[in-house]
């Protein structure tokens, strides 16, 4: 088992910055991790992720958002710049791994960013 506990959202105007930590329980080096996003009324969305030495991100936060890890913390961090009000969402971190009994997914409690106009 992993906990994963977020933090560092908030309230901000469009156009500011807000750094996203999550901390994890034990190392999750070996595991891919990523950010999902839920807006009020919608479904969690799948927003950025490493996976081996590859991240991605979706299309509509891609050139604004970066994600990084510190395996050595056991952290993982999303930096959000450019911030719209589409982007209002309770962010979530997300670590999967796989093992002899099948996939684990592990999520946080979440953090909530709100990005006013």
């Known amino acids: 088992q992993v906990q994963l506990v977020e933090s560092g959202g908030g309230l901000v105007q469009a156009g500011e910055s807000l750094r996203l930590s999550c901390a994890a329980s034990r190392s999750i080096f070996t595991m891919n991790v990523g950010w999902y996003r839920q807006a009020p009324g919608k479904q969690r969305e799948w927003v950025a992720g490493?996976?081996?030495?590859?991240?991605n991100y979706l299309d509509s936060v891609k050139g604004r958002f970066s994600i990084s890890r510190d395996n050595a913390k056991n952290m993982v961090y999303l930096q959000m710049n450019s911030l719209k009000p589409e982007d209002t969402a309770v962010y979530y971190c997300?670590?999967?791994?796989?093992?002899?009994?099948?996939?684990?997914?592990?999520w946080g409690q979440g953090t909530q960013v709100t990005v006013s106009s």
């Open positions: 490493i996976s081996g030495g590859s991240t």
């Open positions: 997300n670590a999967a791994e796989t093992t002899r009994w099948g996939l684990s997914n592990y």
